[in-house]
């Protein structure tokens, strides 16, 4: 089982690094990202179903990433690992409140079934639910940092592409430039799990 989900990952995770790859030290220090306080609080009016579907997916993915993150940035046996949760931590819960109140901007719900289903049904990788999360925090020892990385790595992948798609089909302004720093940000995070996962 644990061959058939790390073999679905790794399928995304090319998908994921189909673009090339932002610079990453060997030390794994976290990616440096634009924070989601840069961006206007206040989306253009201009905006379509997909800008919706895309902010309402990434709301319902971003909540998993923080449970994931909290739960390594408590229990990594290394530092790399724990800083770089931490880091994750903090850009999401930035980007969490931002695409929260741009939807509530344009009156739309933080979430919706139809998002959900979208989001369980994309890409190659099963969602991260409440089971992957679970079986996560049960891991202990030595397994629980490849458990994380193996995870958190398929995981940023169905973000980076849920952002292209956006890129191709949204028509918000900032929804798209935001599609653009979750694919750069995502992309250089998956390559310094890699690191990690391998050293």
């Known amino acids: 089982m644990a061959a058939a989900v790390s073999a679905r990952r790794r ?4 998908t994921a690094l189909a673009v090339p790859l932002l610079p990453a030290a060997c030390s794994a220090e976290p990616a440096e990202t634009k924070p989601a306080s840069a961006a206007s609080s206040a989306p253009s009016a201009g905006y379509n179903d997909q800008d919706v579907v895309f902010l309402q997916m990434m709301v319902a993915h971003h909540r998993q990433g923080l449970q994931l993150a909290r739960t390594a940035a408590e229990r990594a046996p290394r530092k790399e690992v724990r800083t770089l949760a931490a880091a994750v931590d903090a850009t999401q819960t930035e980007e969490l409140k931002l695409m929260t109140t741009w939807l ?3 009156s739309k719900p933080a979430t919706s079934e139809a998002a959900a289903k979208t989001h369980l049904h994309h890409g190659a990788a099963p969602a991260t639910g409440a089971k992957e999360i679970s079986a996560l925090r049960k891991t202990k020892g030595a397994g629980f940092e490849p458990a994380f990385l193996n995870l958190f790595i398929g995981h940023q992948g169905s973000a980076v592409e849920m952002a292209r ?3 191709s089909k949204g028509a918000s302004p900032d929804a798209k430039a935001f599609a653009d720093r979750v694919v750069d940000s995502r992309t250089a995070e998956i390559k310094q ?4 996962l391998n050293s």
Do not use: D, K, P
């Open 104 to 106: 509530g901007t344009w």
């Open 11 to 14: 399928a995304v995770l090319l």
């Open 165 to 167: 798609t956006e890129q």
């Open 193 to 196: 799990m890699l690191i990690l």
